[in-house]
């Protein structure tokens, strides 16, 4: 499976319909870049460790595939490319909502689940951290305080969770194939499918939630800037 297909898949399901395509701020674009960079960079210390550890581009890539993280931080980086060169519908409040609610599962994720796991050193651990734990914390942070607020729609959270449920498809399918699972959580060979499905709904369920959450937020911070409370 190819990593092009499944983000410009998900990019035009999240672009669809957004008629909100209100220009981010020159400061925004900035710091858009700059985490852009991070995220990249993030990525690029993860495929040179695990290239170091198999000395084959196809095979490294075909790894790195296997995780979610891996997906959710490119399309970060992709999208954070396009709002900081102003490039629509990058810049959109339904966009930048995606990107943040999907990392924000990443770390999530990570923090309740997968941390302590693995020993890691050098460039792994690295990449660990920015992609694990940096990521996940700038990117909220930029949405709280530089995205533009009041442009979410109630069918947004259902149009995010498009994303997670192709990954999770994909992964089970590729797990099963290989006999190797991206995640513990979903590793139906030791767990079974009955309680690898409960784990996934679990996390599918909290995952729309948390969107709703979201969209709340958003009103709510839409309202102060209307008041005049909020830059």
């Known amino acids: 499976m190819r990593l092009l297909p499944l983000h410009a898949c998900c990019m035009i399901i999240v672009a669809k319909g957004d008629g909100s ?3 981010i701020s020159g400061r925004a674009r900035a710091v858009a870049a700059v985490i852009a960079l991070v995220a990249w960079a993030g990525l690029a210390i993860q495929f040179s460790a695990t290239f170091n550890a198999n000395d084959a581009i196809a095979e490294t890539l075909w790894i790195l595939l296997r995780y979610f993280t891996v997906w959710t931080n490119v399309l970060v980086a992709i999208v954070l490319t396009g709002a900081a060169f102003g490039i629509a519908p990058f810049g959109s409040p339904r966009m930048l909502g995606f990107i943040t609610l999907s990392i924000l599962l990443v770390g999530i994720v990570y923090v ?3 941390r302590g ?3 890691l050193s050098g460039g792994a651990m690295l990449a660990d951290i920015i992609l694990h734990q940096i990521v996940p914390v700038l990117v909220p942070l930029f949405w709280l305080f530089l995205a533009p607020k009041g442009g979410l729609g109630k069918w947004d959270p259902w149009l995010w969770l498009i994303f997670p449920l192709v990954y999770l498809a994909y992964a089970l399918a590729r797990g099963a194939a290989e006999g190797r699972y991206a995640y513990p959580f979903m590793d139906a060979a030791k767990l079974g499918w009955s309680q690898t ?4 709904l679990a996390i ?8 709703y959450a979201f969209i709340w937020l958003d009103r709510q911070l839409a309202r102060s ?6 830059p």
């Open 204 to 211: 599918g369920v909290g995952f729309l939630l948390a969107g």
């Open 117 to 119: 796991l693995l020993e």
């Open 21 to 23: 395509m209100e220009a």
């Open 225 to 230: 800037v209307r008041a005049g409370l909020l």
């Open 197 to 200: 499905a409960t784990n996934c």
């Open 112 to 114: 309740l689940l997968l």
